[in-house]
């Protein structure tokens, strides 16, 4: 695969506008879109899918990879809709998407009925677990200043194997990687 697992996508690390990862799979989620994501995230996103399902999380991939011109759609129509400063709090710049990199996806939790849960805790047990499976909470609130992205509970960056480790650290992706400590 052509993915550094802890390549640091951003404004100031920029993906160019013709970077695709290899080997993208395709998936129906349960809403019935076409989401693409590598073969490896796919495969220990749904080993936490199948896990879930013992502790009453329905979970779901939402997003995945995503294309430059995908996001410059999605900060385009965002930027004709809230404007430009809100848009840079909310909307990756095109080629600064985790998304684009097909390592960063977003994700959504069901209750047992099939209705999206939208209570407070609906991703506390992807949050505890989810670095077992090889995938940290890449943009929390105490992350923003650093990150620039503002608390995305939803969206889970995989790592690999170092995931448990970087987790345990507590510092975001961007301090681990410059401090070298994986």
């Known amino acids: ?3 550094n697992l802890l ?3 951003n404004r100031m690390n920029l ?9 993208l ?4 989620n349960r809403e019935g879109d076409i989401v693409y994501v590598p073969p490896m995230v796919w495969d220990s996103f749904n ?3 199948h896990e879930g399902v013992f502790y009453s999380q329905y979970l779901d991939l939402t997003s995945g990879y995503r294309s430059y011109q995908r996001q410059q759609e999605l900060f385009s129509e965002s930027v004709r809709e809230i404007g430009e400063e809100e848009t840079l709090k909310r909307v990756a710049f095109p080629g600064a998407s985790e998304h ?8 959504s939790n069901f209750s047992s009925d099939g209705k999206m849960r939208d209570d407070e805790d609906r991703f506390k047990w992807v949050h505890e677990n989810c670095a077992r499976f090889g995938f ?9 200043a650093i990150t620039g992205v503002m608390d995305e509970p939803w969206h889970l960056r995989y790592v690999g194997e170092v ?6 650290l507590g510092l975001p992706l961007e301090e681990i990687v410059r401090r070298q400590l994986v």
């Open 7 to 9: 390549q640091i996508v």
């Open 163 to 168: 995931a448990p480790k970087i987790e345990s």
């Open 15 to 23: 993906l160019s506008d013709d970077f695709v990862p290899e080997g």
């Open 25 to 28: 799979k395709t998936i129906c």
């Open 1 to 3: 695969m052509n993915i």
């Open 100 to 107: 684009q990199l097909g390592l960063g996806i977003d994700i």
């Open 136 to 144: 940290i909470i890449r943009y929390k609130k105490e992350y923003q």
């Open 47 to 49: 080993a936490m899918i």
